[in-house]
């Protein structure tokens, strides 16, 4: 009997944090990144990796000390021309000759759903990073308050856990 109330209560508990997560709000006066592939062929989604990596690294490094919404606003700006020029280096080794364009200020960005959260569209500030058409996938994340530049400084080495999941097996 124990255990039945205890599996019950786990999988009330559960539901209930999936309602939590479900309802997270990115915060009106965060900054987000953007990289747009030209296509969806394999090529171009693979170039467009490349570039996100790169730039991930480097925004993390530019913005892992901020304090504040309005000090990453003036880094961003004040390297506009180092993030360019990343870019641009990235491109060039690896023989990509279609062009693209950089953008910081109020970008587009359509409704997205990831791990069960909707994030919804509307003009944001970002920094968006065009390659060639820009009519491929896209990847963006929050670059102040650093969500996606967490990712840069974690370690391949980290392993995910549930702590319901564990439960579940401890007790069943």
């Known amino acids: ?3 039945l109330i205890l599996v019950i209560f786990m999988i009330i508990c559960f539901y209930v944090c999936l309602g939590h997560v ?5 915060p009106e006066d965060a900054l987000r990144i953007r990289v747009i592939a030209n296509s969806n062929s394999e090529y171009d989604q693979n ?13 993390y490094d530019l913005l892992k000390d901020t304090k ?4 990453a606003r003036i880094i961003i700006n004040d390297n506009l021309n180092y993030i360019d020029q990343e870019v641009k280096n990235t491109l060039t080794s690896l023989n990509y000759n279609l062009g693209y364009d950089i953008n910081y200020g109020l970008n ?6 990831y791990k069960g959260v909707t994030y919804n569209e509307g003009y944001y500030e970002s920094l968006v990073i065009t390659l060639g058409e820009g009519k491929g996938d896209n990847w963006w994340c929050v670059l ?6 967490i990712e840069a400084e974690a370690s391949d080495e980290v392993e995910y856990t549930s702590f319901v999941k564990e439960l579940l097996e401890k007790y069943l």
């Open 22 to 26: 479900s309802s997270l709000v990115i």
């Open 144 to 149: 102040f308050p650093p969500l996606c530049l």
């Open 47 to 59: 170039i467009k990796t490349l570039v996100k990596d790169n730039i991930q690294y480097k925004m």
């Open 108 to 113: 587009y960005f359509p409704s997205k759903e």
């Open 68 to 71: 504040g919404v309005d000090e």
């Open 1 to 3: 009997m124990k255990k």
